[in-house]
């Protein structure tokens, strides 16, 4: 599992994530929106990690470990 320090959760942006991270997020958009969910991430990929983790509609949370 893909780990991020609290102060990655807090400051990184969505186009700053590798890909070990970034595939789980999108695979999880993309489960619960399907094609839209990719679409949705392009349009938010200013967004940090922690902004995208506060919405309702998907949880990434279990894409990734934050570790203090």
Do not use: W
Not at 28 to 53: E, P, R
Request: net charge positive; with cysteine.
């Amino acid at each position: 599992m893909p780990y991020l320090t609290v102060q990655e959760f807090y400051s990184t942006k969505l186009y700053e994530l590798d890909n070990s991270i970034y595939n789980p997020i999108e695979r999880a958009f993309c489960k619960i929106l399907g094609d839209k969910g990719k679409k949705f991430l392009y349009k938010h990929l200013d967004l940090t990690v922690a902004q995208l983790s506060a919405n309702s509609a998907v949880d990434i949370m279990g894409c990734f470990k934050v570790i203090g």
